[in-house]
């Protein structure tokens, strides 16, 4: 007997790896070192989509097309679009701080396919390049990120395959993802560990993988036969052939509108981890949250075509996507006062994590009131395709995710490190991205409600000084990314040391040594069945240890 | 037993993770299948879809032959059967029966594809003619490519169970009990694929 626990216990030990920093580059099974790589290589898409955003922006300065040829700006548009989406959001709220975080809450040593996780990560690296690799071979995709037909098949095709491929690709990386994550969450959990004891980022994540699974192959599969017809020169979305564009577009937004809880839910569950601990207070309304998730996750599947109001949808469509859109509001409500609420009251320590959390809430709302209007057909059919549409979506998905992906980075960085991030820096960042993020995209609406089209590269003279305003507020953001940097390189090597809990956390993760050893515990797993117990006794006098945690 | 190091704990977990293994190997190839059944769902929402407001996807243009498809989806429902047979012949510890159901249903799954190929040769359209004969050729297609990846995946399991001292027993069922669940589910899209294509 002895023997074979001895054999089984090789079996399991992943051995053969490097150790060190250098197995951070190499393919390691580690779901810690993947979920590093993950947020490293996400990051590195960050900045190359900032500056296609930043091309974008530069061109829109003057009224006319004086920066760039229009097809180098529908080029940059495209990847702009596909790039922050594909290789930049998705993988890291859902890769990143998935493949970081879950093994820990749900208490166990790895992912449930270890292997599978590895592939899923370096799936991404290969088609990001390849993406970017298109614009210097034969021209990249110039139908932007929806790639409509007939546009997207009438245009030169190279890009546009491409295009298609790398998106399979990334498709592929998060499907495989999302039946990781939810193996891991329903099968692997620690004995005794409920379903209802588990930290909230569980559940955001286990409603986000039920919802890649269930349509990211859609879009697959619309993408293969998009790529029949402009190879094979089939008929299934040309016009020409018999084939029907609006099709197209139903299919695609089947996938393309739960995209957008694909990218903000696991920022839901992100910001219901960080606002506990550095409010001091429990979450608050823990089931009405779960219960709110799966109420989006169901809802987000059936409201995809009210992004097609103006495709000639018939009125009873058009009347069931806008009831179905709406209601999203009631669970996404809950969830905003119980954050509001968990706040409320609580011991609050002014640090940068929160204070991207609170500029996440504050954008979110936003970007949400625009959404409720944009759910009215008669709103929606007068300011579609234009600016307006354009504010509202980079309200939720940088203004929501991508906020809380910095919140999580200044959260996580004493886990992930054992160092502590500079604060000042910090707060310089947040309060740059801030003021450059609503700079640019407050005005945006106006331009909408006026009527300036998006996607087009000359406008109107009488919008140019909104659009200069929108401009500048991009270069803050641009800039904004400097102190961030500076901060993440010299605090790895400069840094305060952190201890293993900082925060006075209870979630399992601050738990282990920081950074964790290899097999995330020296011993047995924690059983923590009460990760937000701050109001009791036992933990009343817990407080932040940092000092300058504690100085604004 | 009674000093318990950290050393021991850990391969007392290893070894309760290693006894639900096979259990969460399962439940993943379960999800991939969902994942795998919505991309078919994909193509017959489309495919309906032309069907109800296409002008130029009549069911008048072209009469299709029910005698070989008919044929296709005997094959492919016995298949199912013989897979399950060899499933219980494992079980018994009859490796031999064993390996020949498992290369009764390769044989049922080869003789779909070529029967496939047959009709393939025989219909008066080509892919491109028109979007009747895309989305015919798409939808067909893309289960004939399910249907030779999984004969491949029997035939590995042949291979596995033939060798002696192979990773196929009756104490290690999985790859056999993965590749039939993954058997079942593509017959299952055949018969929804049938109902759809040739008999609506």
């Known amino acids: 007997m002895s023997f074979s626990i001895q054999q089984e216990n090789t079996q399991k030990e992943p051995n053969l790896q490097p ?401 502590m991030l500079n604060e000042k820096l910090g707060k310089l960042h947040f309060i740059i991205t801030f003021i450059g993020f609503n700079l640019c995209f407050a005005p945006q609406h106006w331009l909408g409600l006026n009527g300036m089209p998006r996607r087009v590269a000359e406008y109107d003279p009488q919008f140019a000084l909104v659009n200069q305003i929108s401009s500048i507020g991009a270069l803050l953001m641009a800039l904004s990314t400097l102190p961030f940097l500076f901060n993440v390189i010299y605090s790895a090597i400069k840094g305060e040391e952190a201890g293993d809990n900082p925060w006075q956390a209870l979630t399992p993760e601050w738990l282990t040594s920081s950074p964790p050893p290899v097999e995330n515990w020296v011993g047995e797993a924690p059983l923590v069945t009460k990760p937000y117990g701050y109001g009791e006794e036992e933990h009343k006098n817990d407080e932040p240890t940092n000092n300058e945690l504690q100085s604004l | 037993m009674t000093i318990v190091s950290p050393l021991n704990e850990k391969s007392e977990q290893s070894i309760s993770q290693q006894n639900n293994h096979e259990d969460h190997r399962l439940f993943g190839l379960i999800a991939f299948l969902v994942a795998d059944g919505m991309t078919f769902a994909g193509f017959f929402a489309a495919y309906l879809t032309y069907k109800a407001v296409n002008p130029l996807l009549p069911d008048a243009i072209y009469e299709l032959e029910l005698p070989l498809p008919t044929l296709n989806t005997i094959l492919l429902l016995v298949s199912s059967a013989t897979f399950h047979r060899a499933g219980t012949a494992l079980g018994k510890k009859k490796n031999s029966q064993c390996q020949i159901w498992l290369l009764v249903t390769a044989g049922l799954g080869i003789a779909f594809l070529a029967s496939q190929m047959v009709e393939y040769f025989t219909l008066p359209f080509g892919l491109t003619d028109n979007l009747y004969a895309s989305t015919f050729y798409a939808l067909t297609g893309f289960h004939g490519l399910h249907v030779t990846l999984g004969t491949l995946m029997i035939l590995i399991v042949w291979w596995q169970a033939r060798s002696p001292g192979g990773r196929i027993s009756s104490e290690n069922k999985f790859p056999l009990e993965a590749a039939e669940v993954y058997w079942h589910f593509v017959d299952g899209i055949w018969v929804v694929l049938f109902i759809i294509l040739y008999l609506l």
């Open chain 1, 19 to 419: 150790t060190g920093w250098f197995r951070y580059f190499s393919f390691s099974l580690d779901h810690k070192v993947i979920g590093l790589q993950y947020l490293v290589c996400g990051f590195i898409f960050y900045l190359i989509g900032g500056s296609l955003a930043s091309a974008i922006r530069i061109e829109l300065v003057s009224p006319i097309s004086d920066f760039m040829p229009r097809e180098i700006y529908n080029q940059i548009l495209t990847l702009h679009g596909t790039i922050m989406i594909f290789l930049w959001i998705v993988p890291v709220v859902n890769g990143a701080f998935g493949n970081y975080l879950i093994p820990f809450y749900v208490g166990a040593r790895d992912m449930a396919f270890p292997r599978l996780n590895a592939v899923a990560f370096w799936l991404i690296p290969p088609a990001g390049l390849m993406l970017i690799s298109s614009y210097f071979i034969n021209g990249a995709a110039q139908s932007g990120w929806t790639a409509y037909p007939p546009l997207s098949i009438t245009t030169p095709a190279a890009g546009q395959i491409v295009w298609i491929i790398s998106v399979l690709l990334l498709g592929g990386s998060s499907i495989f993802g999302g039946i990781n994550f939810i193996a891991t969450i329903l099968k692997l959990r620690r004995p005794g560990l409920k379903l209802m004891q588990l930290p909230m980022y569980c559940w955001a994540m286990l409603g986000t993988s039920i919802l890649v699974v269930l349509s990211t192959p859609v879009l697959a599969g619309t993408l293969i036969l998009l790529s029949f017809d402009i190879v094979a020169h089939t008929g299934f979305f040309n016009p020409a052939l018999g084939g029907n564009v609006i099709v197209y577009q139903h299919l695609f937004w089947f996938y393309s509108h739960p995209a957008v809880y694909i990218m903000v839910l696991p920022a839901f569950g992100l910001v219901s981890e960080i606002l506990p601990i550095h409010s001091r207070k429990p979450l608050f309304g823990y089931t009405t949250m779960v219960y709110s998730i799966m109420g989006i996750v169901v809802l987000g599947l059936i409201v995809w075509a009210h992004h097609m109001f103006t495709s000639g949808t018939p009125p009873w469509m058009r009347l069931f996507f806008t009831i179905a859109t709406a209601f999203i509001a009631v669970p996404t409500g809950i969830k905003f006062f119980n954050w509001v609420a968990t706040l409320w009251g609580g011991r609050i320590s002014i640090n940068s994590a929160i204070l991207f959390s609170c500029g996440f809430i504050v954008n979110f709302v936003l970007g949400g009131i625009t959404g409720v209007a944009l759910a009215q057909v008669p709103f929606d059919v007068h300011v579609h395709d234009t600016y307006f549409v354009v504010a509202h979506f980079h309200y939720i998905v940088y203004g929501g995710s991508v906020f809380v992906i910095f919140s999580s980075i200044y959260h996580w960085y004493p886990k992930f490190t054992g160092k």
